[in-house]
């Protein structure tokens, strides 16, 4: 394909793009499921990355001030992203879609690139991809936009897959999925089993030298996100982390036949139905990976959402966002039936119908901006451990911190005499109380310790976690930079790891 043909089609993505978010660049975002969030996450890593501050895993003006740190433990690319526009000068409002088009953008180039590899219909595919109902809905209704982020990885990962054993598509492979943890986590646990694990199957039935490529490649991934893996997944204990498997937050409370909340969201499940009759127009390894997905969305696997680490998930229904992948992919890969691809048509007309009527809702509701930039409530999953969760709202989940509210927002205090000193500042153990030298033990969920007379601070430090994830993942860089240099013909690493270490003790100076 020339650069002048490709130019062509990335604009004409951009167009596309363009088209399906103009009602939010019109609106402004809607009032979705985690407007909120979105705001206040990427105002502050705005605000901290204009600052200098280019990865803030702590985000200090929420929870009225307290601070929170929710990205120890969530994702930070879609909002390195947004705040990336935030911190260049757009608004908060205009940098969020801003993100949104970005990725919708990006993730029709990955699907493209995916089909045209495949030679079936890359233009109309990458179209299809960006305009499915999950797709849109994941923005305009739930607000996810780190799962509406997601989306960009799903044809790196399948295409990187086809190239094994070639080194390029242990590179890609390593890359996209490293990009898809970092990304958004359950969504990564569930494409390593729902995609990576049955294409990977079918790739080494087909060429058994893969296997090794495809193990050091997911290897390699999960090690470059370490810098983010190992603390959030060390110090869940740090946190109210007991506040997200709730009965709504379990994936097992979804199933069709768990006489769950699954039919009130009728869309839901008709739109999965929908996908798996288009699927199976085609019979290719792509009709398997969308009827097993199928299953296990509807519930219909025993048990599966019941066993670690699948109970983490949530929603089962995050796998539309692979199931629309797949589907697409298998319909394009051959001349689909006519009935089913009407049926399936049908049934994906009616998330559309039902999901656009009710983001239009969600488009010209007034969202409280005034009040949400004045307290920046956080996700109350991320308030501090042995908080009281009997001071957090049902349907809000908004937490009462009007005890802490007219202390003082400061890093240090003066105490004049002896006795119990609170400093607005939530408890987390990045944080240090100091009087001169001496480190001063405090308690939570906000910071107050028995205090002499003297002058105390609160100093930041770093906690092991970070060192060893940092670690982890530059020996993980290292290692990919050695993929990248190892021969492409033949992949056998542990021979060609063997075989340098050899040639450079051969040519190492001798001691005398």
């Known amino acids: 394909m020339s650069a002048q043909h490709c130019l062509r089609n990335v604009g004409l993505l951009a167009l596309v793009a363009a088209f399906l978010l103009l009602p939010t660049f019109l609106l402004g975002p809607g009032d979705s ?7 206040v996450w990427t105002s502050q890593f705005g605000t901290e990355m204009a600052k200098g501050n280019l990865y803030p895993r702590w985000l200090p003006g929420s929870f009225e001030g307290l601070g929170s740190p929710a990205f120890y433990f969530y994702p930070p690319i879609a909002f390195w992203i947004a705040g990336a526009f935030d911190a260049g000068g757009l608004s908060t409002l205009a940098a969020i879609n801003m993100a949104a088009f970005l990725t919708l953008l990006l ?3 990955a699907m493209h690139y995916w089909l045209s590899a495949r030679g079936t219909y890359p233009l109309a595919g990458a179209i299809l991809y960006m305009a499915a109902p999950y797709h849109l809905m994941d923005f305009y209704i739930r607000g996810a936009l780190a799962e509406f982020t997601a989306f960009i990885w799903y044809p790196f990962i ?3 897959i086809t190239r094994l054993p070639n080194r390029r598509g242990v590179i890609m492979l390593a890359l996209a999925y490293a990009g898809l943890v970092l990304t958004h986590l359950p969504m990564a646990m569930l494409t390593g089993f729902f995609l990576i694990v049955p294409l990977g199957i079918h790739r080494i039935l087909a060429d058994r030298r893969a296997f090794w490529p495809l193990t050091v490649g997911v290897v390699i991934g999960v090690g470059l996100a370490a810098f983010y893996l190992v603390p959030a997944l060390t110090m869940q204990g740090y946190i109210s982390s007991q506040l997200l498997w709730g009965a709504w937050y379990r994936p097992s409370s979804w199933g069709l036949l768990a006489n769950g909340p699954l039919l009130q969201v009728l869309p839901i499940p008709l739109l999965i139905a929908g996908l798996a009759l288009l699927a199976l127009s085609a019979r290719s390894i792509w009709t398997v990976i969308s009827l097993l997905t199928t299953l296990a969305a509807l519930g219909l696997i025993p048990f599966l959402w019941d066993i670690p680490p699948f109970v983490q998930a949530q929603f089962p229904w995050r796998l539309l966002g692979l199931i629309e992948f797949a589907a697409i992919t298998a319909v394009l890969s051959c001349r689909p039936k006519p009935i089913l691809l009407g049926l399936g048509l049908a049934l994906a007309a009616f998330s559309y119908v039902r999901w656009t009527a009710e983001a239009a809702e969600y488009l010209t509701q007034p969202v409280p901006y ?8 956080d996700a109350v999953e991320y308030l501090p451990a042995g908080f009281d969760t009997n001071r957090i709202t049902d349907f809000e989940r908004k937490p009462d911190l009007s005890e802490w509210r007219d202390i003082r927002a400061s890093d240090e205090v003066v105490a004049d005499r002896s006795g119990e000193v609170t400093m607005r500042r939530a408890a987390f153990p990045i944080w240090r109380v100091m009087r001169g030298d001496e480190v001063v033990p405090y308690q939570g969920p ?7 007379p003297g002058h105390y601070r609160i100093e930041r430090v770093t906690m092991w976690r970070e060192w060893v994830g ?4 530059m020996a993980s860089l290292l290692l990919l930079a050695v993929v990248f240099a190892a021969d492409c ?3 056998a690493p542990i021979s ?17």
Request: aromatic residues 14%; without cysteine; hydrophobic residues 45%.
């Open 33 to 39: 499921h985690s407007v909120t969030y979105n705001y």
């Open 107 to 109: 993730s029709g180039i």
């Open 158 to 160: 399948a295409l990187a």
């Open 370 to 377: 005034a009040l949400i930039k004045r307290d920046l409530p």
């Open 446 to 452: 906000v910071i107050h310790f028995q205090a002499q």
């Open 470 to 473: 940092l670690l982890v993942s």
């Open 489 to 491: 013909t033949t992949w």
């Open 496 to 512: 060609f790891l063997r075989s340098r270490i050899f040639r450079w003790s051969r040519s190492a100076p001798k001691l005398p």
